[in-house]
């Protein structure tokens, strides 16, 4: 039973133009929410977050956005650049992020074509 | 500050065999989870160690074990290996220094092979 869900395997998109990546969630006890990305060869690396009090939170280039009453999230990268190509993961916790145990969705291939 | 390492970075075994992975956290920090990275099922917990203690734990069968030592240094363990064990194995390190979220930081990950 997959509780995050990312359902865009891929997804390519033109240097300097918006990317959005979505995920989708199941258990509403999920009350903090990361985005993870991770380079071939390399682990996964924190990009940004949010909890399930906000609806959005901004990093520079990378926003979350978070719609729980859809129980739904995406995460914006404007402007896209071409070092932004990478696998990306959603991750869900419950206790406010207190905690190791992330659920992580399959996640997303980005490729930012030149 | 050195970040998390994992070793060995690759591996090949066989059906049947056992084998031991191990992961250094960041200096000073004290939490240990280990996760499973295979293409279809993404990332998927395994377990957490804080202070040598398992706290939490994914759904993943017996043969999936681990330890952690005092000086937070933490070692995974899979016995009676099958096909299916086949993945990238991921450990992350975590402060915990109160009651703030403190970030996993991901070491690069050990890649299993079980032929």
């Known amino acids: 039973d997959q509780q995050v869900k990312q359902n865009s395997p891929s997804l390519s998109v033109q240097e300097g133009r918006i990317s959005i990546l979505n995920c989708d969630y199941t258990?509403?006890?999920?009350?903090?929410f990361l985005w993870y990305k991770k380079y071939p060869a390399e682990g996964p690396t924190f990009l940004i977050s949010i909890s399930s009090i906000k609806d959005k939170n901004e990093d520079g280039r990378f926003t979350v956005f978070l719609n729980k009453s859809a129980k739904h999230l995406s995460l914006h990268i404007v402007p896209s650049q071409p070092g932004d190509s990478a696998v990306y993961f959603c991750a869900a916790s419950v206790e406010g992020g207190a905690t190791n145990k992330l659920i992580f969705g399959t996640g997303t291939l980005l490729a930012v074509q030149p | 500050k050195a970040g998390v390492t994992q070793t060995p970075r690759y591996l090949i075994k066989t059906r049947g065999q056992q084998v031991t992975l191990s992961c250094s956290p960041i200096s000073g920090h004290r939490s240990v989870s280990w996760y499973q990275q295979t293409p279809g099922q993404g990332l998927q917990f395994l377990f957490e160690y804080f202070s040598e203690t398992q706290r939490n734990k994914g759904n993943f069968p017996g043969r999936f074990s681990g330890r952690q030592f005092s000086n937070s240094r933490s070692e995974m363990n899979v016995s009676t290996l099958e096909l299916g064990d086949s993945a990238l194995y991921l450990c992350?390190?975590?402060?915990?220094?109160?009651?703030?979220?403190?970030?996993?930081?991901f070491g690069p990950g050990t890649r299993l092979l079980v032929l």
């Open positions: 258990n509403s006890m999920f009350d903090y």
């Open positions: 992350a390190s975590r402060q915990i220094i109160g009651t703030g979220v403190e970030t996993q930081y």
